[in-house]
């Protein structure tokens, strides 16, 4: 195992992942969202993959990648029920005004692509690194 | 008139059955059939109500923009169909718990959860009044009745007639649901009240011969008409109780239901009424040929229902008030002598194990109570008096011999009835009197549960014999009336006097009385003709069937050969072929100019880089190689996005790369490492050539596309509103996660179950017993 690597690679992980993050919120007025996110967070993983292997990873996660996708899912369906309530109409976005800050459930929608995206992608990482490995 | 809490409440005893059932053991039939029952009191105490107002409708809103309303219609037919619906449910469900009493108690809750669910789904079906809420709910019933004739999973049988009933129920389905939404075209209405207030309109209006045909298809696959009629016989494999529910006394007589209903809609298009006649004889024909052929218990008394179905279907295509009344006063008739002899066939079947009538024998001696209501039953079958069965007979051969028609449909008519005259014979004396030594013992007696069913349906039938004016004022009259859209005043009585239908019904009954004491011969020699067999069965249904299942086999075994040069080389010659005649065939045709911007340096180097990159990995040597050189040209791509204002198509484009070349190199790292070309030089002259016809088509497409004016309404819609309205200055995330969310919603979902499925591929690919447990 490449000790260099294998050491760097904690630092880009969490770099990578606190990026994605950022990434992901500041996403509604700059570009980002989602969508990129989950792949910066997937990357992030990938990084773990390669320079410790896939169990090392997974232990990071701690949950199952499709468990991960089903959430994100979950996320972005329950998003939309909200706007049932008020507008009676699916997925009408709620929002709340915090000190200029606007949140709302459009980003706990955002939230749900990028577990699903993040939780895609690593699924076949996982898989695959585990067969290569083997 | 709560409509929806009589639905809700039959959908909350569906959905509790499954868990609650085991926990209630053994009495759980009888528990459950309280629900059924309450509805059906809470139903009958309409009864007054409806003989004075005639309709109660209730609306509520659905989805106001489709104009679909959650809109319900109670008259005297829908009274008399939930009545039945209900009722008969009732004793199901009883029967049922019975039925199922040896079995493991999870397999009853099963069943009671699915009768429940299915009650629900004609209860809305009949109840609706408006048609794209009545379609759901006869979707609901073609998919209940798959459930349970598929209810013994395991067999063979059961599978395949399953899937039979429900491509063919479901794509008659389908037929209806056009037929529905061309009312809707016409009309601008799909509530049914309006619908028939507004007949000379949808008469008049240019969709009026597809609508018909296309509801003829819907109501002929539900209730087995020909050229249809053959999935109701295969159905049998269902377990008797549900036999006796869905496939006699409700859901096929749905197609019936809906050919009612619609006659008073089409009762000035003379071709309706007429076809009507046609595929009724045709079919009750066919039937009551084949139930002389058949031999298992069930399978005579399905032929002998498809039998019926005919004759209402004939019923609906006369015209005037005696028909009207003969088809109510036959529906329920049906309904209670068939359900009855499906009991006791159930009863039958499950206490000795033998299906085929040419086993049972002498089983009056085990079950004498169920042999008595099959004797009644079969009473009412043949029509004879006094029993209800013979006064809707009478009414068969008034409503024919009053209508236009020659005597063709009359002698039909009393050849078909002297068959069910032999059946109910064959059916009521020979398996529980004759051939005592067939039979000598029994797996289980009678239980109380087994018994309700029967005696109640089949005393009931001879109760509305004797008090025949009470079940024409009550039930016949309000319901005959729904249907003609006047008053009808009934006289459904025992004595007509000594008319033409009494002479009708002596011929009947003494052909009827032959054809029983011949039955065995006319049977073996029926069944020795070779050519009979499968003559009137499911061959052509086969024949569809299998030549798709062969076109589809074909196709994949060409357009999925295993070869990943083959899919590209088919997907690209494709999208080569469409975007070239697109463009050639378009109206504008191709405008092919300059674009004005100023010539950037910094561009044209990024091209070149991606130039480069592309041009290597053609001459690359290895796998891995290649797959950076196309890495370059995907970065590239990327830079180029940034510089032409795109920041976010440029970080996803970066994120994507950078994946790709993980992703794809676990791939490749497994791969052997080829030092020569596996393809002919054939095979790559045929790549380049597709190659450089993508790029050549794909470069046209591009320049023509640009250089026509583009429409930046919506762009500036988004830029403008985004902020105020969504609260995000990045136009492309406020699209994706607010305006379009619901396609973002989609596209996540194909995201995920897509790579569930590789991800699954990939596991049982490779996966080593007992030590991939992580998954």
């Known amino acids: ?134 | 008139m709560p409509f929806e809490a009589i639905i809700a409440i039959a959908l909350a005893g569906a959905l509790i059955a499954r868990p609650v059932a085991p926990l209630i053991g053994r009495w759980s039939g009888w528990v459950f059939a309280v629900l059924p029952l309450s509805l059906f009191v809470f139903l009958a105490a309409h009864i007054p109500q409806i003989g004075v107002e005639g309709v109660l409708l209730a609306t509520h809103e659905w989805i106001p923009s489709l104009g679909i309303a959650l809109g319900f219609r109670l008259d005297g037919f829908s009274l008399l169909f939930s009545l039945l619906i209900t009722g008969i449910g009732t004793l199901v469900v009883i029967y049922a718990g019975s039925y199922f009493a040896e079995k493991p108690p999870a397999q009853a809750g099963r069943f009671l959860a699915l009768i429940l669910l299915f009650m629900t789904a004609m209860l809305g079906t009949v109840l609706s009044d408006d048609l794209i809420v009545m379609f759901v709910f006869w979707e609901l019933t073609s998919l209940t009745s798959f459930m349970l004739i598929g209810f013994d999973s395991h067999k063979l049988e059961a599978r395949k007639s399953a899937l039979q009933s429900l491509l063919v129920t479901g794509g008659g389905g389908l037929a209806l649901f056009a037929g529905i939404l061309l009312i809707g075209l016409t009309l601008g209405t799909f509530s049914f009240t309006e619908v028939i207030a507004r007949s000379d309109e949808l008469i008049a209006g240019p969709y009026l011969v597809p609508i018909i045909i296309l509801i003829l298809a819907g109501a002929f696959t539900k209730s087995a008409q020909f050229p249809f009629h053959f999935w109701l016989p295969n159905a049998m494999a269902a377990p008797t109780p549900a036999s006796a529910y869905l496939h006699s006394a409700t859901m096929v007589k749905l197609g019936v239901f809906l050919l009612a209903r619609f006659d008073g809609v089409f009762a000035d298009v003379p071709a309706f009424g007429v076809t009507l006649v046609i595929f009724g004889m045709i079919t009750m024909s066919i039937a009551a040929f084949e139930a002389l052929r058949a031999s298992g218990f069930k399978a005579v008394l399905a032929q002998s229902t498809v039998a019926s179905l005919g004759i209402l279907v004939m019923l609906i295509g006369l015209d005037g008030e005696v028909a009207v009344v003969a088809t109510v006063g036959f529906i329920i008739t049906h309904a209670f002598y068939k359900a009855a002899l499906f009991f006791c066939a159930g009863t039958a079947i499950h206490a000795t194990g033998e299906s085929s009538l040419r086993k049972l024998g002498g089983l009056a001696r085990f079950l004498p109570i169920t042999a008595a209501a099959a004797v009644l039953a079969s009473l009412s079958m043949a029509g004879l008096p006094p029993f209800v069965g013979f006064i809707s007979k009478e009414y068969l051969f008034e409503a024919q011999l009053e209508s236009n028609w020659n005597m063709v449909p009359v002698i039909v008519a009393v050849l078909v009835n002297a068959i069910m005259v032999g059946v109910a014979g064959v059916v009521s004396i020979r398996p529980f009197f004759l051939n005592r030594d067939r039979i000598t013992s029994v797996h289980h007696g009678e239980k109380p549960g087994l018994l309700v069913g029967p005696l109640l349906l089949a005393s009931a039938g001879i109760l509305m014999g004797f008090f025949s004016q009470y079940a024409a004022q009550l039930l016949i009259a309000p319901a005959a009336s729904a249907l003609y859209g006047a008053p009808i005043d009934v006289s459904f009585a025992l004595w007509h006097g000594l008319t033409p239908m009494l002479a009708l019904s002596a011929l009947v009954v003494t052909i009827g009385a032959l054809i029983l004491v011949f039955w065995d011969s006319i049977h073996i020699v029926l069944r020795r003709r070779r050519v009979l067999h499968g003559l009137f069965g499911d061959r052509g249904y086969q024949a569809v069937h299998d030549g798709i299942l062969g076109f589809a086999r074909a196709s994949t075994r060409w357009l999925q050969n295993g070869d990943q040069n083959h899919y590209t080389a088919i997907v690209v010659a494709t999208v080569v072929l469409v975007l070239a005649v697109g463009m050639l065939a378009s109206e504008d045709g191709l405008a092919l100019a300059l674009s004005d911007d100023p010539f950037r340096i910094s561009v044209i180097a990024v091209l070149a880089i991606a130039a480069v990159g592309a041009m290597s990995s053609i001459f690359a040597r290895s796998l891995i190689a290649a797959l950076v050189c196309v890495g370059i040209v995907g970065f590239a791509s990327a830079l180029l996005f940034m510089m032409n204002g795109a920041p976010d198509l440029a970080l996803t484009q970066f994120a994507v790369e950078t994946l790709l070349v993980i992703i794809l190199s676990a791939i490749l790292l497994r791969l052997p490492v080829r030092r020569h070309h596996t393809r002919s030089l054939t095979e790559r002259r045929r790549d380049g050539f597709l190659a450089v016809a993508f790029s050549g088509v794909i470069f046209v497409a591009i320049v023509s596309m640009t250089a026509m004016p583009l429409d930046f309404r919506l762009s500036e819609y988004f830029g403008q509103t985004s902020y105020l309205e969504a609260y995000g200055r990045n136009v492309v995330n406020v699209i994706l996660v607010d305006y379009r969310a619901i396609d973002t919603l989609g596209e996540i979902a194909v995201v995920a179950f897509a790579t569930m499925a590789a991800w699954a591929l990939l596991r049982s690919a490779t996966a080593k017993p007992g030590k991939d447990g992580k998954g």
């Open chain 1, 1 to 134: 195992m490449p000790f260099i690597l294998s050491t760097l690679s904690r630092l880009f992980f969490f770099i990578m992942l606190a990026v994605s993050l950022f990434i992901l919120l500041r996403g509604h007025n700059e570009p980002g969202g989602g969508f990129v996110g989950g792949l910066i967070a997937a990357a992030a993983f990938a990084t773990l993959v390669l320079a410790n292997g896939v169990n090392s990873a997974r232990a990071v996660l701690r949950i199952h990648p499709v468990v991960l996708m089903g959430v994100g899912l979950g996320l972005a369906v329950l998003s939309g029920l909200p706007g049932l309530v008020s507008n009676a109409s699916y997925l009408s976005h709620w929002w709340v005004d915090i000190a200029g800050t606007h949140l709302g459930t459009a980003t706990v929608f955002d939230v749900g692509v990028y577990f699903v995206v993040m939780g895609g992608i690593l699924c076949l990482v996982f898989r695959l690194y585990e067969e290569a490995v083997q």
